[in-house]
């Protein structure tokens, strides 16, 4: 309806000479255009054209629901008038029940000749829009050059019929001329004094008139392919950035995969290449250029509507089922008869920087890399789907230095031989996927996954296949993690700047660093190729564990600003040194892969205070006892940071007390002790005894220090009379306040003293939870396999 509220302003300016041409009272009304506005603007009207017959049954159904909908709109109406003119313009669209496929046609040139209208007016100021990749001209493509074009065409073939006209009159008069000729002569009359004199200036008249219509016309068809070839080079830039946002959505950019109206341009550019190419054969004269041109043009925009619309998984195992769609944007103009199969290899990144050459060797074996291009009349699309593919098995590239075969990129390669209607050859077509990375192991998932990050956020447009820089600017990275954790997790709530500030320290391997990271560059080695100091993972493998966790077990705490997330020691130590004993944070782990631990203020022994981190809380520990029941359980911890008293804050986190069991059986339930409470009733200080923070094994069978023991619940501790809980108002998002800076300096030497109130901290590493009932899940069904 856009384009009527457009038009329904500008209509105050027309003419009424201009509004019966464009919405002629006899056959639709202007009536008609407004009050089936939106109706109108939602159907497809651009598949009516005289010589297409086959859309005959389709424009018959729009003409009974236009009669159907003016009807019932006139019986709805109180105004009298309305009612009665209503009914009496549905009552002559009966006109067109004889011709339906000519309603269709009208409506078609009523709402192109309104877009041309629309823009040749003056442009309107837009609100400014953000663009957000390279070369991106417009969410959708602009059909008001193609309408341009299409009423070129239009004038192309109204020339042709007058000149056809004007040379059937110069032909009879030609005629009478040559019967007028011999009584003159034989009489001896004079020409200059007889009607011949007329008709001889009139063929005269006739034949200028011809000649300066031939050029016109001549003039006009260079003029249109000219245009088509504007149409069809913004129509190929804007497949290309639908195709670069498609490679973007890897990383959680926002992607349109709405591809309809990007197939409506090509079906609209096909058709004129027909017109125009009908025209210069109905000349009868070759013009060998613009023949040339035409063929050029229409070869391209056929080879360049085959579109991925459903790419393969990025990281693929073999011998595992996987599935891919292929769409073809002129599926509707497709030759029947002979089915159109496509067949899928797997190249590797040598073979995809040369499609245009013969393939060379076979790199890998597809299984069910076959499937037939079907047209879908719901969806208007035609698509082919491979449903089952799998790779059996892959041929890798001799490997460079330390290169890993996680870092290798291939592709699948579509190809078929289609033929379109009115085209007497077949063309072969292709298109590959997005680069896949192929692996034989789940261990080689997290590293695979790296390659496609890097390759997704960082490659450029048009580039060599599959080259990527080896080193980015810090910003880069950081809003690539940034953009990937909030799409993977399925929230609006951003890393902020202090987790910025504390990944870069933690890739750049520079804690006490405090200036800013943004214009230092990080290279791939960084990111996934050498290990972090002091640990055995790299920077993304770390990250993506810390992702993980968050997506499956802490989405909603992230999400409503409950947990502070990535934050460095000396961060924690300014935040809390002040705060009253039992205020605590949750942060990510910056020693294990995909923890979340509790950091929070004690008293010491002497009556000082120090900062203490309970042992962090893995993935297999929330699926034992989730965070909100845990933070429950522990009494030394009461108020989240600033001060927010945590029943107020975590309560519709905590489960509900299960039922009494059936049977007569005694009921049991799992409670969290932290370090020396788990060996007695009553909760005493927290051991002063430093654990180093290390990673846990992932490959053997360790116990699980985290397993609670199976007790009554303990009751929350007391809250400190000394603090004065604040209220958090139902759904809203925590805020944090941020008494620190990056670019604030940090005495490490801070960090090693010990002090009591309005003195120094002493730091604790970790306090683990309560470890004696150490039991492996693992370990037991292996026990009970043996």
């Given at each position: 309806m856009a384009q009527w509220i457009h038009m329904s302003q500008m209509i105050q300016c027309l003419s009424d000479d201009t509004l019966n041409n464009l919405y002629p009272p006899s056959a639709f009304p202007i009536e008609v255009r407004h009050f089936l506005a939106e109706w109108i603007e939602s159907q497809r009207w651009d598949d009516f054209v005289p010589e297409n017959v086959e859309q005959q049954s389709k424009a018959q159904t729009l003409l009974d629901q236009t009669i159907s909908m003016l009807q019932s709109i006139a019986q709805q109406n109180a105004n009298v008038v309305d009612r009665m003119k209503l009914m009496n313009i549905s009552?002559?669209?009966?006109?067109?029940?004889?011709?339906?496929?000519?309603?269709?046609?009208?409506?078609?040139?009523?709402?192109?000749?309104?877009?041309?209208?629309?823009?040749?007016?003056?442009?309107?100021?837009?609100?400014?829009?953000?663009?957000?990749?390279?070369?991106?001209?417009?969410?959708?493509?602009?059909?008001?050059?193609?309408?341009?074009?299409?009423?070129?065409?239009?004038?192309?073939?109204?020339?042709?019929?007058?000149?056809?006209?004007?040379?059937?009159?110069?032909?009879?008069?030609?005629?009478?001329?040559?019967?007028?000729?011999?009584?003159?002569?034989?009489?001896?009359?004079?020409?200059?004094?007889?009607?011949?004199?007329?008709?001889?200036?009139?063929?005269?008249?006739?034949e200028y008139n011809v000649k300066a219509l031939s050029t016109k016309r001549f003039q006009l068809l260079k003029e249109c392919v000219d245009c088509l070839d504007q149409c069809q080079t913004r129509l190929i830039s804007r497949l290309k950035v639908w195709r670069w946002e498609q490679h973007k959505a890897a990383i959680g950019q926002p992607f349109d995969d709405n591809l309809n109206p990007l197939q409506t341009w090509c079906e609209q550019l096909l058709g004129v290449n027909g017109k125009l190419r009908q025209e210069l054969m109905l000349i009868g004269e070759p013009f060998p250029e613009l023949q040339e041109r035409l063929g050029q043009l229409l070869q391209v925009l056929i080879q360049s509507s085959l579109v991925v619309d459903k790419q393969p998984p990025q990281v693929i195992k073999t011998q595992s089922k996987f599935s891919t769609t292929v769409r073809y944007l002129l599926g509707e103009k497709v030759a029947p008869g002979k089915p159109v199969v496509l067949k899928a290899q797997i190249i590797n990144e040598l073979q995809a920087r040369s499609l245009?050459?013969?393939?060379?060797?076979?790199?890998?074996?597809?299984?069910?890399?076959?499937?037939?291009?079907?047209?879908?009349?719901?969806?208007?699309?035609?698509?082919?789907?491979?449903?089952?593919?799998?790779?059996?098995?892959?041929?890798?590239?001799?490997?460079?230095?330390?290169?890993?075969?996680?870092?290798?990129?291939?592709?699948?390669?579509?190809?078929?031989?289609?033929?379109?209607?009115?085209?007497?050859?077949?063309?072969?077509?292709?298109?590959?996927?997005?680069?896949?990375?192929?692996?034989v192991h789940g261990s080689q998932d997290n590293n695979a996954l790296a390659t496609i990050i890097w390759d997704c956020a960082f490659s450029e447009p048009d580039r060599v296949p599959f080259m990527v820089p080896e080193r980015v600017p810090w910003g880069m990275m950081y809003s690539?993690?940034?953009?990937?954790?909030?799409?993977?997790?399925?929230?609006?709530?951003?890393?902020?700047?202090?987790?910025?500030?504390?990944?870069?320290?933690?890739?750049?391997?520079?804690?006490?660093?405090?200036?800013?990271?943004?214009?230092?560059?990080?290279?791939?080695?960084?990111?996934?190729?050498?290990?972090?100091?002091?640990?055995?993972?790299?920077?993304?493998?770390?990250?993506?564990?810390?992702?993980?966790?968050?997506?499956?077990?802490?989405?909603?705490?992230?999400?409503?600003?409950?947990?502070?997330?990535?934050?460095?020691?000396?961060?924690?130590?300014?935040?809390?040194?002040?705060?009253?004993?039992?205020?605590?944070?949750?942060?990510?782990?910056?020693?294990?892969?995909?923890?979340?631990?509790?950091?929070?203020?004690?008293?010491?022994?002497?009556?000082?205070?120090?900062?203490?981190?309970?042992?962090?809380?893995?993935?297999?520990?929330?699926?034992?006892?989730?965070?909100?029941?845990?933070?429950?359980?522990?009494?030394?911890?009461?108020?989240?940071?600033?001060?927010?008293?945590?029943?107020?804050v975590f309560k519709k986190f905590y489960s509900e007390p299960q039922a009494s069991p059936v049977g007569g059986y005694i009921p049991v339930s799992l409670h969290t002790k932290v370090g020396t409470e788990a060996g007695s009733t009553s909760p005493p200080a927290p051991s002063m005894t430093p654990v180093a923070e290390s990673p846990r094994s992932t490959g053997g069978f360790s116990g699980d220090p985290t397993f609670p023991h199976e007790q009554a619940p303990a009751t929350a501790a007391g809250r400190n009379s000394s603090l004065t809980g604040r209220n958090l108002e139902p759904g809203s998002r925590h805020q944090f306040p941020q008494p620190f800076s990056p670019q604030e300096s940090i005495n490490q030497d801070i960090m090693e003293e010990e002090f009591r109130p309005n003195s120094s901290v002493g730091f604790t590493e970790h306090i683990s939870t309560d470890n004696n009932m150490d039991l492996d899940l693992d370990t037991i069904l292996q026990t009970l396999d043996q």
């Amino acid at each position: 309806m856009a384009q009527w509220i457009h038009m329904s302003q500008m209509i105050q300016c027309l003419s009424d000479d201009t509004l019966n041409n464009l919405y002629p009272p006899s056959a639709f009304p202007i009536e008609v255009r407004h009050f089936l506005a939106e109706w109108i603007e939602s159907q497809r009207w651009d598949d009516f054209v005289p010589e297409n017959v086959e859309q005959q049954s389709k424009a018959q159904t729009l003409l009974d629901q236009t009669i159907s909908m003016l009807q019932s709109i006139a019986q709805q109406n109180a105004n009298v008038v309305d009612r009665m003119k209503l009914m009496n313009i549905s009552r002559n669209m009966a006109m067109f029940q004889q011709q339906p496929l000519q309603f269709g046609v009208l409506v078609r040139e009523i709402l192109t000749k309104e877009r041309v209208l629309l823009a040749t007016r003056a442009p309107v100021p837009n609100p400014p829009q953000y663009q957000q990749y390279p070369n991106r001209e417009s969410s959708f493509p602009n059909m008001q050059d193609v309408d341009h074009l299409v009423l070129k065409v239009l004038e192309v073939q109204d020339i042709r019929q007058k000149m056809h006209q004007l040379q059937e009159e110069l032909n009879w008069e030609r005629q009478n001329y040559e019967e007028l000729q011999g009584p003159i002569q034989q009489n001896g009359l004079d020409p200059a004094k007889s009607e011949i004199q007329k008709l001889q200036n009139h063929i005269q008249q006739l034949e200028y008139n011809v000649k300066a219509l031939s050029t016109k016309r001549f003039q006009l068809l260079k003029e249109c392919v000219d245009c088509l070839d504007q149409c069809q080079t913004r129509l190929i830039s804007r497949l290309k950035v639908w195709r670069w946002e498609q490679h973007k959505a890897a990383i959680g950019q926002p992607f349109d995969d709405n591809l309809n109206p990007l197939q409506t341009w090509c079906e609209q550019l096909l058709g004129v290449n027909g017109k125009l190419r009908q025209e210069l054969m109905l000349i009868g004269e070759p013009f060998p250029e613009l023949q040339e041109r035409l063929g050029q043009l229409l070869q391209v925009l056929i080879q360049s509507s085959l579109v991925v619309d459903k790419q393969p998984p990025q990281v693929i195992k073999t011998q595992s089922k996987f599935s891919t769609t292929v769409r073809y944007l002129l599926g509707e103009k497709v030759a029947p008869g002979k089915p159109v199969v496509l067949k899928a290899q797997i190249i590797n990144e040598l073979q995809a920087r040369s499609l245009g050459s013969v393939p060379g060797d076979n790199v890998g074996e597809l299984i069910n890399n076959t499937a037939i291009l079907e047209h879908n009349t719901a969806s208007k699309s035609t698509c082919a789907t491979f449903r089952n593919m799998s790779i059996k098995k892959i041929k890798r590239a001799d490997r460079k230095g330390s290169e890993s075969v996680t870092e290798e990129k291939f592709a699948l390669l579509f190809s078929t031989e289609i033929t379109i209607t009115g085209c007497d050859t077949p063309y072969r077509i292709q298109m590959i996927s997005l680069p896949v990375v192929v692996i034989v192991h789940g261990s080689q998932d997290n590293n695979a996954l790296a390659t496609i990050i890097w390759d997704c956020a960082f490659s450029e447009p048009d580039r060599v296949p599959f080259m990527v820089p080896e080193r980015v600017p810090w910003g880069m990275m950081y809003s690539t993690l940034n953009s990937k954790f909030t799409a993977e997790v399925q929230t609006h709530h951003n890393l902020d700047h202090y987790n910025q500030h504390f990944l870069a320290q933690k890739i750049f391997d520079k804690p006490d660093f405090a200036d800013d990271f943004s214009n230092m560059m990080v290279s791939w080695a960084q990111f996934n190729k050498e290990v972090l100091p002091g640990r055995p993972f790299t920077f993304w493998q770390w990250f993506e564990g810390v992702m993980e966790l968050t997506k499956k077990h802490l989405k909603t705490y992230w999400s409503e600003g409950l947990i502070f997330g990535f934050i460095g020691k000396q961060h924690l130590h300014l935040i809390l040194k002040d705060r009253p004993n039992g205020t605590f944070l949750l942060r990510f782990s910056d020693s294990e892969i995909g923890g979340i631990t509790i950091a929070y203020v004690s008293a010491t022994e002497n009556g000082g205070q120090k900062i203490q981190n309970i042992q962090p809380f893995t993935k297999r520990d929330l699926e034992i006892r989730s965070l909100g029941d845990r933070i429950r359980d522990i009494n030394h911890i009461t108020y989240l940071y600033p001060e927010f008293p945590k029943h107020e804050v975590f309560k519709k986190f905590y489960s509900e007390p299960q039922a009494s069991p059936v049977g007569g059986y005694i009921p049991v339930s799992l409670h969290t002790k932290v370090g020396t409470e788990a060996g007695s009733t009553s909760p005493p200080a927290p051991s002063m005894t430093p654990v180093a923070e290390s990673p846990r094994s992932t490959g053997g069978f360790s116990g699980d220090p985290t397993f609670p023991h199976e007790q009554a619940p303990a009751t929350a501790a007391g809250r400190n009379s000394s603090l004065t809980g604040r209220n958090l108002e139902p759904g809203s998002r925590h805020q944090f306040p941020q008494p620190f800076s990056p670019q604030e300096s940090i005495n490490q030497d801070i960090m090693e003293e010990e002090f009591r109130p309005n003195s120094s901290v002493g730091f604790t590493e970790h306090i683990s939870t309560d470890n004696n009932m150490d039991l492996d899940l693992d370990t037991i069904l292996q026990t009970l396999d043996q």
